[in-house]
């Protein structure tokens, strides 16, 4: 299937679209250090840099799916929180794509802060409007105004262009990703495709990460950590293990642990001692303080952010079980979002840091990429799935 990445940033999603059998026939991103990325990645010729806004989608045919993520600025909980009434409120363009296009589906990505109770009519607003991307508005009517006209649209007598849509909100841990990434996911297919949207089922668990850190020591037992240098099951998680003893039994949890930063991270070598990986560069000057102490190294990553005022959590760093600091490598940072070794991600290391926090995880685009690919095309026959670093001694102990 042939598809159409917006905003596509570095290409998290289109890598993992690429990855499920997508070929991309256009890239359209306003960023010129992500623009650098995608051409060392992607063919560059069918990379346009610049605003969408002058774009010519009329040069585009046969696009089946249309992805990307709209800039996440006016919804994010670190943002101005100005949804409709920031500049940098793309979904309009994304809305126009679809409209103009009109591809079998859509997928787009954003953050959790879409969700918030304060922009509740406007997300409502952006669903309806995916619905029907051809049901416009009065020359002078207000959003408002249109979402009330929307809203009394009846779908079956609808005769213009109109989408199932569904959106769902997920945490990239469930689905592999060594980072809790909880983000919205919206999917949208087209009416005359008889095919029904569901999110993928979650293939990790939480609980299966504390099952096997806390009950077998598999998890232990896996990086040879000595039993005097593991973790102690305190508080909160002594009461899980209990309550996961009395509910499981014998039996454990049905789902694949959490993968977590030492899992991501296993044999990728310190980067203060020789190892000839060009973008795992050691960064002084890490420190940790409350509320800036970084990502265990024994639990999924925090959400690594784009950081345009910062990284108030320490999202950049990794914490160890000593308590030192140290920032992450881009390297490093590209894998804990699933991005394949070989990735290149160009830019000083801020920047890079930037368009990586951007970028949906790969292996999350792959899972939702060929979901949707089966509901299109059902039947479809996928070759083994390429295994992202570190993915191979849990599947190995899965078996």
Known sequence: MKSLELFSGAGGLAKGLELAGFEHSAFVEFNKDACASLRRNFPPEKVFEGDIRAFDLSKLSDIDVVAGGPPCQPFSLGGKHGANNDSRDMFPYAIKAIETLTPKAFVFENVKGLLRESFSDYFRYIILRLTYPDAHASLKATWEEHFKSLQNINYDRYGGIKYHVKQTLVNAADYGVPQCRERVVIVGIRSDIDASWE???????????????????????????????????????LMRVKQMRDTFGFFEPEHKAWRTVRDALHDVPDPRVKHGITDHIFRDGARSYAGHTGSELDLPGKTIKAGGHGVPGGENMMRFPDGSVRYFTVYEAKLIQT??????????????????GNAVPVMLGEKVGRALYEKIFPGTVWPKRQKVHGEVPLEKLAN
């Open 199 to 237: 999110f993928p089922a979650a293939t990790h668990s939480e609980e299966k990460l504390l099952w096997d850190k806390f009950v077998t020591g598999a998890y232990w037992d896996r990086h040879k950590v000595a039993k005097a240098n593991r973790e102690t099951c305190v508080n909160g998680s």
């Open 339 to 356: 991005f394949p070794k070989d990735f290149v991600v160009l830019g000083a290391w801020g920047e890079a840091l930037r368009q990586i």
